[in-house]
């Protein structure tokens, strides 16, 4: 146990970068308070577990910050203040048939788990993410297109310090901005000033989005992501800073988002049908970068706003 908790102090100080050593200066004695206390937070997180399906939580890369530090850094997610359910332009959802097992990542067509670091850009790397995958599922390339763009000029968001999907997805409409590769505009982890690009710049420019309150609907919402590819959804991921595995299906309120993933997926297979979802804080994180969130019950607030872009 004792070298197990030296290696993660360890990690702690090579994570920790000078953003975050600006707005949380830490000591040694307040990174062991916030694993004393993460390890008490297991013990009761894991005293839910009635069957081999449920959700498990112990130590990872996020154990060595207080549930306040971990809020503040990695759940970026602000409600959206344009209307959260665009009357106009909402996509019906063709009828068509749901396998038992399903995950756009089986089609080639998602890119690998990111980090956003010590930036809390998930409501970008949402979006980012649901479009690459939607040009691929149209027959483009997989690129990776630039999440930065995104956070230095959706001026309706809050860049690193959190925005809305939402409100990214409405801004992308209305501007017809086209997102560049990711090379073009690598991810820094911090707040920048918008860099603008001539016409002739290649990029991908959005035709449409929509947003559905799929609550106590959730095989609708398995039906639209069939249908249209990725979905961009918002949760509350408190919970998250310790999860290791296993199907979310406690600890986490609906009305309460405070995240923004991407889900890739479901699998109604076994005892726990769950849906597939696609986080971004690196591959290291849950399964492999993913979590695995109970389906049909709107746990964590999955199916409250959900969003399919159109490219
Ligand atoms: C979990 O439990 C179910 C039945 O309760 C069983 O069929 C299944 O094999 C178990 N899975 C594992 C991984 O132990
Ligand atoms: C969808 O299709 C199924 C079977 O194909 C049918 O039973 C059902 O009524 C259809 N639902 C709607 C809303 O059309
Ligand atoms: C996106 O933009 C198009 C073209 O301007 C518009 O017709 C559509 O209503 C917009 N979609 C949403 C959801 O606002």
Same mark, same amino acid.
């Given at each position: 146990?004792?070298? /197990?908790?030296?290696? =993660?102090?360890? =990690?702690?100080?090579?994570?920790?970068?000078?953003?975050?050593?600006?707005?949380?200066?830490?000591?040694?004695?307040?990174?062991?308070?916030?694993?004393?206390?993460?390890?008490?937070?297991?013990?009761?997180?894991?005293?839910?577990?009635? !069957?081999?399906?449920? @959700?498990?939580?112990?130590?990872?890369?996020?154990?060595?910050?207080?549930?306040?530090?971990?809020?503040?850094?990695? %759940?970026?997610?602000?409600?959206?203040?344009?209307? /959260?359910?665009?009357a106009?332009?909402?996509?019906?959802?063709p009828?068509?048939? =749901?396998? %038992?097992?399903? !995950?756009?990542?089986?089609?080639?067509?998602?890119?690998?788990?990111?980090?956003?670091?010590?930036?809390?850009?998930?409501? @970008?790397?949402?979006?980012?993410?649901?479009?690459?995958?939607?040009?691929?599922?149209?027959?483009?390339?997989?690129?990776?297109?630039?999440?930065q763009?995104?956070i230095?000029?959706?001026?309706?968001?809050?860049?690193?310090?959190?925005?809305?999907?939402?409100?990214? =997805?409405?801004?992308?409409?209305e501007?017809?901005?086209?997102?560049?590769?990711?090379?073009?505009?690598?991810?820094?982890?911090?707040?920048? %000033?918008?860099?603008?690009?001539?016409q002739?710049?290649?990029?991908v420019?959005?035709?449409d989005?929509?947003?559905?309150?799929?609550?106590?609907?959730?095989?609708?919402?398995?039906?639209?992501?069939?249908?249209?590819?990725?979905?961009?959804?918002?949760?509350?991921?408190?919970?998250?800073?310790?999860?290791?595995?296993?199907?979310?299906?406690?600890?986490?309120?609906?009305?309460?988002?405070?995240?923004?993933?991407?889900?890739?997926?479901?699998?109604?297979?076994?005892?726990?049908?769950?849906?597939?979802v696609?986080?971004?804080?690196?591959?290291s994180?849950?399964?492999?970068?993913? @979590?695995?969130?109970?389906?049909?019950?709107?746990?964590?607030?999955?199916?409250?706003?959900?969003? @399919?872009?159109?490219?």
């Open positions: 146990m004792k070298s /197990r908790w030296a290696t =993660l102090l360890l =990690l702690c100080c090579c994570c920790l970068g000078h953003g975050v050593a600006r707005t949380w200066p830490r000591s040694h004695q307040r990174e062991a308070a916030a694993l004393r206390e993460s390890l008490n937070r297991h013990r009761y997180l894991n005293s839910f577990s009635h !069957d081999n399906s449920t @959700a498990f939580y112990g130590l990872n890369q996020f154990s060595y910050l207080s549930p306040e530090e971990f809020k503040a850094l990695y %759940l970026g997610s602000k409600p959206a203040w344009s209307p /959260r359910y665009p106009a332009g909402q996509t019906p959802i009828n068509v048939s =749901l396998p %038992l097992r399903f !995950d756009w990542r089986d089609k080639h067509v998602v890119n690998q788990v990111r980090n956003q670091k010590m930036c809390g850009g998930c409501w @970008a790397f949402s979006v980012v993410s649901a479009i690459e995958s939607t040009c691929a599922i149209q027959g483009k390339p997989l690129d990776y297109l630039s999440v763009q995104v230095d000029c959706s001026f309706n968001n809050y860049g690193c310090s959190g925005g809305s999907p939402l409100s990214a =997805l409405s801004w992308l409409n501007t017809q901005v086209k997102l560049v590769e990711d090379s073009e505009y690598p991810f820094k982890a911090e707040n920048g %000033l918008c860099r603008y690009f001539p002739s710049q290649s990029g420019s959005i035709k989005f929509s947003a559905y309150d799929f609550s106590g609907q959730e095989d609708e919402m398995a039906k639209a992501l069939l249908s249209f590819g990725p979905l961009v959804v918002i949760v509350d991921a408190v919970s998250w800073q310790d999860y290791l595995g296993g199907v979310i299906q406690h600890h986490c309120s609906s009305g309460e988002a405070n995240h923004a993933v991407l889900i890739t997926g479901f699998d109604k297979t076994g005892n726990t049908p769950y849906w597939i696609h986080n971004s804080w690196g591959n994180w849950g399964i492999e970068g993913y @979590a695995h969130v109970k389906m049909g019950d709107n746990v964590c607030g999955i199916a409250d706003s959900v969003s @399919a872009v159109f490219v």
